[in-house]
């Protein structure tokens, strides 16, 4: 059994099918990046393995707790605590930052263990400055996130993500809305995520990242997945001519 095991799934937006049949496994303290043309049905892959999606059938498993399964061709979801369980493991991290405008940016890393887990704010407070820290933003702990840079604020979203203390991070496109001189230290602070073994699964246009911090790639057109290997295997020697011209294309 895999760590995490998403079999067959099958995703129905009404009469339209964005996902035949896509399977992902990985083990714990993997990186999996997602990469492929806009519309593949990357994000939409990625949102079923934490629930912001409900598939039509498959199965997706985290560490033997089955978040859903199918049964005579039909999918059938875990009760609510088990979902509430299997989700409260995993972070995520999107393509715009959904601060909260209001609150400084400790607050922003505390609400979620305060307000959710009801934990004690002597508890959080160390352990979020401590986020702050290791994110490159304890400066910056007292001010809104108005006066913050893209980059800074999604640095600020993803120790946010870590107040939680998730074991599984998910991202999509964490760089695409930042002008490209910001997105290194967003990549930069993934990178030493992954140093660090956090099982994550990235959704990405940043192929040279891709590249270097992923243990497995996986290339999705039509909702499907075109190809799948190492990250030596699909990015140096792709099997797939639409892979090859993928690739050229964001490449050149
Ligand atoms: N809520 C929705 N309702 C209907 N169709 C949707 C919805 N969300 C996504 N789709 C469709 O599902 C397909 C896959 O979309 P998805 O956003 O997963 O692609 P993507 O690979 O993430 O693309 P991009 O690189 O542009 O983010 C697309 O055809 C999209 O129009
Ligand atoms: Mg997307």
Redo the contacts with the bound molecule.
Sequence with gaps: MHFIEMKNIRKQ??P?T?LHDVSMSLEKGQVVSII??????????LRCLNHLEVIQSGSICVDGDYLVRTDQGKAVYAGEKNIRKICGRMGMVFQSFNLFPHMTVLDNVTAAPLYVKKMEKKDILPVAEELLQKVGLWEKRDVYPGSLSGGQKQRVAIARALAMSPDIMLFD?PTSALDPELTGEVLKTIHQLADENMTMVI?THEMAFAKSVSDKVLF?VD?RVEEEGSSSDVFDSPQSGRTRAFLQSILH
């Design positions: 937006f009404g339209l964005v492929g043309p806009s519309g593949a049905g990357k994000s939409t892959f496109e959704v999705m909702g």
